[in-house]
C-alpha cells in the first residue's frame, strides 16, 4: 500500500485526483482502458517469456515444428484477441464521449437552491485568463473563483490565437477560437484550489499562463462577490482593450464593474482582436539600413 501511495503522489491535483463528477468519470474510463489494454500486454509478456524459456537450447522435450504453413487456431486467436479489445475500446469511448459532452449539462448533486448552474464566461488573452460573472456583474483576472456542490456552466472564446482551456481535477479540457464561443459544465465536488492552465502552445508567454481554480462554500463566494464589486475596477472596451496586450506575470485581479455584453462583443468580434506582438523600436528607414550592410553606400 506504501508503495502505491508513493507511486502516485506525483498524482495530486492531476486527472488522478479528481474533484468533481466529471473528473471521476474521465478517471473511471482512463482506468478501464487500461485494464482492457493490459488483457493483452500481460498475457503476451507472459507468453513470451513462457516460449523463450521453453524453446531454450537445453529443453530436448520442446518439439520444433518449422516448415508449417498455416493453423487455424493461431489465425483466430491472432485476430479475435484484437478485435475483442478494439470493440471493448471503441465502446469505451463511444459511451464516454456521450455522456459526457461538455456542452450537456450537470445534474446537481441534490435539490437544493443551489440547482442553478453559475454561468461564468472565460476569455484567453495574451497570456492571462479573464473570467466575467454575468449575473453577479464582476470579474476576475488569472483567478477562478466558484462555489463547490454546484453545476458551472463555461462560455469560452479566445482574444487572438487558438487556446485551451483546462482545470486536471475538474475534467473536460477544451479549445477556444477567436469569433466562436464553446460551452462547458463543470462542478467542483468539494472546497480547495485546484491548479489550471493553458495546454495549447500560444507565443513567448505561453508557460506563465495558468491560474487557479478556487472552490469555495457558497457562503464565502457570495462574500467575495460583495468585496469584488465593492474594491475593483470597472472592466469596459477601453480597459480590455488594455488587458488585451501582450502581457504575462500579471497578479490576480478583480474588476466590481463589467460592461454590459462585454462578451458578446468580444465574440462577435465588434471588440478587435488582441493586437499580437509589438515592436520593441520602430523599424530603421530603408537608406540606413542599406548604408549598414553596404559600407560603401553612405559615400
Known amino acids: 500500500m506504501s508503495a502505491t501511495a ?3 503522489g506525483g498524482c495530486s ?66 485476430w479475435s484477441v484484437p478485435l475483442l479489445t478494439i470493440l471493448f ?27 442553478k448552474p453559475l454561468d461564468v464566461q472565460v476569455v484567453a488573452l495574451d497570456w492571462k485568463w479573464l473570467f466575467i460573472y454575468p449575473d453577479q456583474g464582476v470579474a476576475s483576472l488569472n483567478r477562478l473563483v466558484i462555489p463547490a456542490h454546484v453545476p458551472v456552466h463555461f462560455s469560452l472564446t479566445s482574444a487572438s490565437v487558438m487556446n485551451t482551456f483546462f482545470v486536471p481535477q ?18 467542483a465536488d468539494r472546497e480547495g484550489t485546484f491548479p489550471g492552465l493553458s495546454g495549447h502552445f500560444s507565443g513567448d508567454g505561453f508557460s506563465d499562463m495558468h491560474f487557479d481554480a478556487v472552490a469555495m462554500a457558497r457562503s464565502g463566494f457570495d462574500a467575495w462577490v460583495a468585496g469584488a464589486k465593492g ?7 477601453a480597459a ?26 468580444v465574440v462577435l468580434q465588434h471588440i478587435p482582436p488582441g493586437p499580437g506582438p509589438e515592436p520593441a523600436s520602430p523599424p530603421k528607414p530603408r537608406a540606413e539600413t542599406d548604408a549598414k ?7
Open 6 to 8: 508513493a507511486g502516485l
Open 13 to 78: 491535483h492531476g486527472i488522478l485526483d479528481p474533484a468533481g463528477p466529471v473528473g471521476g468519470a474521465e478517471r473511471v474510463i482512463l482506468f478501464d482502458a487500461l485494464a482492457i489494454m493490459l488483457c493483452i500486454v500481460v498475457p503476451t509478456i507472459v507468453a513470451t517469456l513462457a516460449c523463450a524459456w521453453w524453446f531454450r537450447a537445453g529443453n530436448d522435450r520442446a518439439r520444433r515444428l518449422p516448415d508449417w504453413s498455416f493453423s487455424g487456431r493461431v489465425e483466430v486467436v491472432t
Open 89 to 115: 475500446l471503441g465502446g469505451i469511448a463511444w459511451v464516454g464521449s456521450h455522456e459526457l459532452d461538455p456542452a450537456k449539462p450537470l445534474a446537481p448533486p441534490v435539490a437544493t437552491a443551489d440547482a
Open 170 to 187: 475538474l475534467g473536460s479540457m477544451i479549445y477556444v477560437m477567436n469569433g466562436m464561443a464553446d460551452q462547458l459544465n463543470l462542478q
Open 231 to 237: 474594491a475593483g475596477p470597472r472592466l469596459d472596451a
Open 240 to 265: 480590455y482593450a488594455a488587458l488585451s496586450r501582450q502581457s504575462t506575470g500579471l497578479p490576480p485581479m478583480t474588476y466590481g464593474d463589467v460592461a454590459p455584453d462585454l462578451f458578446e462583443h
Open 293 to 299: 550592410l553596404d559600407p560603401k553606400a553612405g559615400g
